[in-house]
């Protein structure tokens, strides 16, 4: 029988709010605490995505789960109106959240962690006192390549760890950032229940879907996803499908072909 989810009543940060959370308190003994605003320009013309791309804004899980009611969107639209007034008291609510979820980690035997961005792509370490929580793992995925850039460099909080997200706009971008040592996490067309690609572009391929603990993935690879929700419909180039690579291989495969019939016509090794 599993265990039920561990919760806590926090003001901003969601404890034990959806599946993959879930799971890595059952199998990585982590408790994560996630900040979820209105994505976008959903609560106000200020974008809190701004390196959002079309198939992201298409395909993003603002609806899903418990997204889908409005009392819950409503709640998330507040949050980040909040955030924009008063980003001040924000932050203070916010430290306070981070604190009870420490002691409830603590309680549990559970190292604490802490995603602040949900569904938004901010720069929290130049708002939020990242480096007073030292014992705290705060982790996110981000469209931002300059943010990417500092992560891989070593000029990013100690305890603050961050994940590329690849969509159709920035694949460059992303083949840049992995033989860094960062990582990408990306949404393949695979369906629930069978196995993602080994590789992309000649990276190696981890399933991002048992668990949301990024920061003990190991670097340099891809973390594959598979499309949930809007993102099965996908028309944009967000999401990969698998015969594309099975395409790539066959024309990689075809000129190899013909490279070593050209040899053997011309008496070649």
């Not at 701004?50 to 804004?57: I, K, L, N, Q, T």
């Amino acid at each position: 029988m599993k265990k039920k989810p561990i919760t806590a009543n926090l003001k901003l940060l969601r404890i034990g709010g959806d599946a993959k959370t879930t799971k890595g308190q059952r199998t990585q003994g982590v408790l994560t605490g996630i900040l979820y605003l209105a994505p976008a320009t959903q609560a106000s013309k200020v974008d809190v995505c701004p390196f959002a791309s079309d198939g992201c804004r298409l395909a993003c899980l603002y609806t899903a789960g418990h997204g889908k009611f409005s009392n819950v969107q409503n709640a998330r639209i507040k949050k980040t109106l909040n955030y924009l007034k008063d980003r001040q008291a924000f932050v203070d609510t916010l430290k306070k959240d981070v604190e009870k979820l420490v002691k409830v980690a603590k309680k549990h035997k559970m190292q604490p962690a802490v995603r602040l961005n949900g569904t938004s792509d901010l720069p929290w370490e130049k708002v939020f006192p990242v480096g007073d929580f030292p014992q705290v793992k705060f982790y996110d995925y981000t469209k931002n390549p300059v943010r990417m850039k500092k992560f891989t460099q070593g000029k990013m909080p100690a305890n603050y760890h961050l994940t590329f997200s690849r969509s159709e706009t920035n694949e460059k971008q992303a083949l840049a950032i992995l033989p860094t040592g960062g990582n990408v996490a990306a949404v393949f067309a695979t369906k629930k229940g069978q196995d993602l690609p080994k590789t992309w572009k000649g990276f190696e391929i981890i399933d991002g879907d048992l668990d949301d603990v990024r920061f003990t993935d190991p670097t340099g690879v891809v973390v594959g996803l598979r499309a949930k929700g809007d993102a099965l419909k996908d028309k944009t180039g967000f999401v990969i499908h698998d015969d594309l690579g099975l395409v790539e291989n066959a024309v990689e495969c075809a000129m190899d072909a013909r490279e070593i019939l050209a040899k053997v016509e011309g008496g070649g090794a």
